[in-house]
């Protein structure tokens, strides 16, 4: 089966982006085919490269970065829920005229229409949420 | 895109105190590009989002309401508000603005977009569906 993803929740608060990727890593396992994932609301601050858990806890974005990289999945972050939090590309941030860029490998920004377009070519979208 | 598929977007949110509602608002724009069958489904405090004179010049926030408003023009017209979601919160079809749509099938004929269906309706309308977005 092939399954859309979408996170709305932020990394850390929330359970959501953990339990999405423990989802994904399971499908991919299980034989399934998770051809994207997406990110919107407060989930979009997972794709940061800047942030820096303790050692001794999960790394999030860097457990997507890994999962994206081996499994060749298409992780999407919603470009007008990125700018309103400060989730900038080097393209964006310059466009902005912003000094710094934050979204991590792996991750790129787009459109809401890769949600729609995601809901339509999937067989499940699955949201994990509040 | 030859497939059609049935969007339901079900809004369970108060319009403002969480970007929700407003983000909600924002993917039904951007998805009507797409002539997919959309459905707006607006249960709990998501029924708040459609009341008329809403005012935000106190919390500093952009009154989103008219918005609603515009949707027939983008082809959006079946909204769906849950009767107990309303009665819990002392809210009737009155307190509800009034949205419409020219009706190109019927000489453009201007209808209600609004239906107030009972719960157990509702999970006819979500059953129904094939791609569930919950904000």
């Known amino acids: 089966m092939k399954f859309g993803v979408l996170v709305s929740e932020g990394p850390y608060t929330h359970q959501a982006a953990d339990s999405a990727y423990h989802f994904v890593t399971a499908a991919l396992a299980a034989g399934h085919e998770v051809p994207r994932v997406f990110f919107y609301h407060d989930g979009v601050n997972v794709a940061t490269r800047l942030s820096v858990p303790p050692q001794d806890e999960r790394n999030i974005q860097k457990n997507w970065t890994a999962l994206a990289k081996e ?5 999407v972050v919603c470009i007008a829920a990125a700018q309103r939090r400060g989730m900038l590309d080097a393209n964006e941030a310059e466009r902005q005229g912003k000094d710094a860029n934050n979204i991590a490998e792996g991750f790129r920004i787009s459109g809401l229409g890769q949600l729609i377009e995601m809901g339509i070519q999937t067989d499940r979208l699955v949201t994990f949420g509040d | 895109m030859s497939e059609v598929k049935k969007f339901l977007y079900v809004n369970r ?4 105190g969480t970007i929700y509602a407003l983000e909600s608002l924002e993917v039904v724009l951007i998805g009507a590009a797409f002539e997919q069958d959309v459905r707006l489904a607006f249960v709990d405090d998501g ?4 009341t008329k004179g809403q005012s935000t010049d106190g919390i500093g926030v952009k009154n989103f309401s008219p918005t609603f408003r515009a949707l027939g023009d983008y082809d959006v017209n079946k909204l769906y508000v849950e009767r107990e979601s309303l009665e819990e919160r002392g809210l009737s079809e009155d307190d509800l603005q009034e949205i419409t749509y020219e009706d190109e099938d019927d000489d453009w004929e201007e209808k209600p977009s609004i239906h107030i269906i009972s719960r157990a309706e509702m999970a006819d309308v979500m059953a129904d569906a094939d791609v569930v977005l919950s904000f």
Do not use: C, E
Request: hydrophobic share 45%; net charge negative; glycine share 0%.
């Open chain 2, 13 to 16: 949110k108060a319009p403002y």
């Open chain 2, 47 to 50: 029924v708040f989002q459609l």
């Open chain 1, 71 to 75: 499994h060749d999945v298409d992780l």
